[in-house]
């Protein structure tokens, strides 16, 4: 039998009532379960919906749905990813590259054109500070109704790396102020991952949109199939 679009609810709420609140957890947890239940309905015409649920929850064992949860969580993680390599990948491997080394260069340009120390943090003021301010805004006011999705969650974790490069390009930027050998290796080294890690940061906070964005659509077209 074929579960209609009331059924299709109940079973929502009772996966929800499991504590699975994430709402594309539901939808992934409800793609595996709704064929198992048709199947029950079907071999038992008398056997309720609830009853069904029961059944097909107890076979997955004491930690229930925990396994497709954990599955889907971990899914979302390598997609997320992989399509921010990928995304990084078609900018480097397109005319885009132009635009990257115009930005570089302009970096360093501006780095010259003030006077040390107040040219790098009016340089990471402009090309980053602004442009992260934009990006955190506009993920509240745009993806703000995602949050119960754990693809949402999912693509925060990239925030972590970006988090880091920050943090890494502080740590560099206070070593080269502190440093009075100014012809050492790490010295040298560091002055010169200045400008790649600027360039990686600016070039994250466009790529993460469109990451989060393929991300939400995967969760679309599976909860189009239960809604449409």
Request: proline share 2%.
């Given at each position: 039998?074929k579960l209609?679009?009331?059924?299709?609810?109940?079973l929502?709420?009772l996966i929800s009532?499991?504590g699975?609140t994430e709402?594309?957890v539901?939808?992934?947890i409800?793609d595996h379960v709704a064929?198992?239940?048709?199947k029950?309905?079907e071999e038992?015409?008398?056997l309720?919906l609830?009853d069904?649920f029961?059944k097909?929850?107890?076979g997955?064992?004491?930690f229930?749905?925990?396994?497709?949860?954990?599955?889907?969580?971990?899914?979302?993680?390598k997609r997320v990813?992989?399509?921010y390599l990928?995304?990084m990948?078609?900018?480097?491997?397109s005319?885009?590259?132009?635009?990257?080394?115009?930005?570089?260069f302009?970096?360093?340009?501006?780095?010259?054109f003030?006077?040390?120390?107040k040219g790098w943090?009016?340089?990471?003021?402009?090309?980053?500070l602004?442009?992260t301010t934009w990006f955190?805004?506009?993920?509240v006011?745009?993806?703000?109704?995602y949050?119960?999705?754990?693809s949402?969650?999912?693509?925060?974790?990239?925030?972590?790396?970006f988090n880091?490069?920050q943090?890494v390009?502080i740590f560099?930027?206070?070593?080269i102020?502190k440093?009075?050998?100014q012809?050492?290796?790490?010295?040298?080294?560091?002055q010169?991952l200045i400008?790649?890690l600027?360039?990686?940061?600016?070039?994250s906070?466009?790529v993460?949109?469109?990451?989060?964005?393929?991300s939400?659509?995967e969760?679309e077209?599976?909860?189009?199939?239960?809604e449409g």
């Amino acid at each position: 039998m074929k579960l209609n679009q009331t059924q299709i609810e109940q079973l929502k709420k009772l996966i929800s009532y499991k504590g699975y609140t994430e709402i594309d957890v539901q939808f992934e947890i409800l793609d595996h379960v709704a064929c198992e239940v048709e199947k029950l309905m079907e071999e038992n015409s008398n056997l309720s919906l609830e009853d069904a649920f029961g059944k097909v929850h107890a076979g997955f064992g004491i930690f229930g749905f925990s396994s497709l949860e954990e599955s889907y969580k971990k899914m979302i993680e390598k997609r997320v990813w992989k399509n921010y390599l990928m995304g990084m990948k078609e900018i480097f491997s397109s005319f885009q590259i132009v635009l990257v080394i115009i930005l570089g260069f302009l970096i360093y340009q501006l780095s010259l054109f003030f006077n040390e120390p107040k040219g790098w943090i009016l340089v990471a003021g402009i090309f980053l500070l602004l442009p992260t301010t934009w990006f955190f805004f506009n993920m509240v006011r745009t993806y703000g109704r995602y949050k119960n999705y754990a693809s949402y969650l999912g693509s925060r974790h990239l925030f972590q790396i970006f988090n880091l490069g920050q943090l890494v390009l502080i740590f560099i930027y206070q070593y080269i102020q502190k440093t009075e050998d100014q012809t050492s290796f790490t010295y040298l080294t560091f002055q010169a991952l200045i400008i790649p890690l600027l360039v990686w940061l600016i070039l994250s906070i466009f790529v993460l949109p469109k990451v989060l964005n393929q991300s939400i659509q995967e969760t679309e077209k599976l909860k189009s199939i239960y809604e449409g």
